[in-house]
Structure formats: structure tokens, C-alpha cells
């Protein structure tokens, strides 16, 4: 399963569901942006159970941003999980 279903699932849209699928990718190349800039290997991305956690925390943050100007912040267990993955640089050594 892609990351853009996983967003979808945990912010429960049904897949079949594409209104959202715009908004949705650009948060997720946006976070993926975030990630490669601390030096992740590329190719780690998809596969890294802490990539697939910060895309989600991201999207969960931002998506549906209201109008009236109000700033969401990114959780503390967004930067935890940043730094965790920055000091990592993506090694996937985690079981699946």
C-alpha cells in the first residue's frame, strides 16, 4: 500500500474517494522534501516505518487547513521522530 492510502485510511476517506487526492499528495512530497533534506537515502522512503509515521503525522497536521489564517503546528512527536530518522539517516534495520 502506497503512502497517499495510508493517509487516506488514517484520515478515514475511502480509497475509491479521489476530492482530497491533490491536497493530500502535495503534503506528502512536502514531508518527503523534509525527510530527504536531512539526508535519508531516497530509496528508504517508501519502505521505513518511520517515514510512513511522519508523512502521517504531517497530513494529519495540515490537511483541511482552515481559512481564517489560524497556523497549525507540527506536533513535538513530529520533530522527535525527525531527528530520530535525521541521526538514522533512514538505515532500515527495523523488522517488518
Known sequence: MGLLENVKKSLLIPLEETYADDELNSYIE???????????D????????????L????????FGFK?????????RSFD???LQL?????DNNVPK
Do not use: H, R, W
Not at 531516497?42 to 509515521?53: A, G, Q, R, V, Y
Open 30 to 40: 512536502a514531508c518527503i522534501a523534509l525527510i530527504l533534506s536531512t539526508g535519508v
Open 42 to 53: 531516497p530509496e528508504n522512503i517508501e519502505d521505513n516505518p518511520l517515514t510512513k509515521s
Open 55 to 62: 508523512v502521517l503525522i504531517y497530513c494529519k497536521t495540515f
Open 67 to 75: 481559512t481564517d489564517g489560524s497556523v497549525k503546528e507540527l506536533p
Open 80 to 82: 522527535m521522530l525527525l
Open 86 to 90: 535525521a541521526l538514522s539517516k533512514g
